[in-house]
Structure formats: C-alpha cells, structure tokens
C-alpha cells in the first residue's frame, strides 16, 4: 500500500517562506496539495500530473510552486510571501489516476496524508 509522508510545516512571520514536501512510497500518476482553516472548508491548492500539467488556485498563483522530484516519489510546495491568511492544515493528495486539472478540485484523489500546519504571523 502506498503512503504518503509530508515534512515542512511550521511558522512564519508574514512575508516569509516554507517548503512542503510530500513522498509517496511508490510511483504516482498526480499529486496534490490542499489546506483548511480553522472554520473553513478543505479548498486546493496546487496539483502536479506525469502529463506535466500543473494547476495552482488563484489565491496562491505568484506565490506557491508546486514541483515534483520523480527520483524520489516526491512533490513540493514551495510557498512564498507568506501571508496570515495561508494559516492552515496542508495536507498532501495523491492518485494513481487522477488528473490535474484546472481547478484543483478536492473529489477523485485516492490516497491522503496526515496534514501539516502551517502558521503564519503577522
């Protein structure tokens, strides 16, 4: 069975920046990153295919990079300008199947992580 390890979470002060990562323990066709806030529903942020197509939301677009390491099963989040309101839980998405579209929607993703958080100070 495959699984799904994330590292990288923590704080920050506004304006700073992290890196997510997210290694699967075997290959994967899409990967994907998702956060929620406290008091809000699980939204995308950001997916990646072997098709090469990659998607980010639009409140991350300029600021977020997703990227992908094929040696290692492993995608990243490098997350940039950091703001208050990117405080959440990340969590890491994977399928063997699935497609990124457009809108990194949260349906179809077989395989997900434990989440991270991610707290952002002002």
């Known amino acids: 069975q495959v699984r799904l390890a994330e590292s990288g979470g923590g704080s920050v002060q506004a304006g700073g920046s992290l890196r997510l990562s997210c290694a699967a323990s075997g290959s994967m066709h899409s990967m994907g990153w998702f956060r929620q806030a406290p008091g809000k529903e699980r939204e995308g942020i950001a997916c990646f295919d072997n098709n090469g197509r990659t998607s980010h939301a639009e409140p991350v677009k300029g600021r977020f990079s997703i990227s992908k390491d094929y040696s290692k099963n492993t995608v990243y989040l490098q997350m940039n300008s950091l703001k208050p309101e990117d405080t959440a839980v990340y969590v890491c998405?994977?399928?063997?199947?699935?497609?990124?579209?457009?809108?990194?929607?949260?349906?179809?993703?077989?395989?997900w992580g434990q989440g991270l958080q991610v707290t952002v100070s002002s």
């Open positions: 998405a994977a399928d063997f199947a699935r497609a990124c579209t457009a809108v990194v929607g949260i349906p179809g993703w077989g395989l």
